[in-house]
């Protein structure tokens, strides 16, 4: 079946440091999108890419949609304490596909 | 604007026992998803319904089942269960047909213990 490789699979980082993962596929897909899960909770949408080459940022949260429909990466600009948790990228190949998703980075701020 | 709402949010069973989940979607959104999450599988996709109908399905055995009412409320069925069926079972809503944007709105999971 279809697979997203996400890496890295999780970050130990300093507070104030910058962030990037990425996902990458063998597949075109049609939309990329990223999601954060805090502990205990579900999932929330960061951003959503819909176009090749799209760059798209949320705050302090940078996101790309690559040139060749293969891959998608996040960057986190100076991370804050709040940052941490698990961010998964999720790709659709097309209308009425289901959701493709990577197996999630975890998040973690070192003391 | 109230959000996906799982119920219940914690349960134990024991093995052979079945299980059902209730999911009640955001107002308005008509297209509802389930989702299995274990720590070392991710969030693997269980199925979709979308005006009462079952669109989409994924690989997971016939012991899960799920079913959409007219209101949009949705419930998922676990019979027989098994130890490997203690999982984060996530309901996703969206306001359309999921397969068309991918924005999935969760709650915040049910969370099953099968001993």
């Known amino acids: 079946g279809q697979q997203l490789n996400q890496s890295p699979q999780s970050m130990f980082i300093q507070e104030g440091e910058d962030v990037s993962m990425n996902c990458t596929s063998s597949s075109i897909f049609n939309t990329w999108l990223w999601y954060k899960q805090d502990p205990g909770e579900g999932p929330v949408l960061l951003i959503a890419l819909y176009k090749a080459g799209e760059l798209t940022s949320n705050g302090r949260l940078t996101a790309q949609f690559g040139i060749t429909r293969k891959d998608s990466f996040l960057n986190i600009s100076a991370s804050i304490p709040s940052d941490v948790g698990i961010y998964f990228c999720?790709?659709?190949?097309?209308?009425?596909?289901?959701?493709?998703w990577g197996a999630g980075t975890k998040l973690i701020i070192k003391p | 604007k109230a959000g996906v709402t799982q119920t219940p949010r914690y349960l134990i069973k024991t093995r052979g026992q079945q299980v059902t989940l209730s999911c009640s979607p955001i107002?308005?959104?008509?297209?509802v998803s389930w989702y299995q999450q274990t720590p070392g599988q991710g969030l693997q996709f269980l199925f979709e319904y979308f005006s009462e109908t079952q669109r989409n399905k994924g690989n997971f055995p016939g012991r899960f089942s799920g079913r959409q009412f007219s209101n949009s409320r949705s419930e998922m069925n676990v019979s027989t269960l098994e130890l490997g069926d203690s999982a984060l079972y996530l309901c996703?809503?969206?306001?359309?047909?999921?397969?068309?944007?991918?924005?999935?709105?969760f709650g915040e999971g049910s969370r099953l213990t099968v001993l």
């Open positions: 996703a809503s969206s306001g359309l047909a999921g397969g068309d944007t991918g924005e999935l709105f």
């Open positions: 999720a790709g659709q190949l097309g209308s009425n596909y289901q959701l493709i």
């Open positions: 107002s308005g959104h008509r297209s």
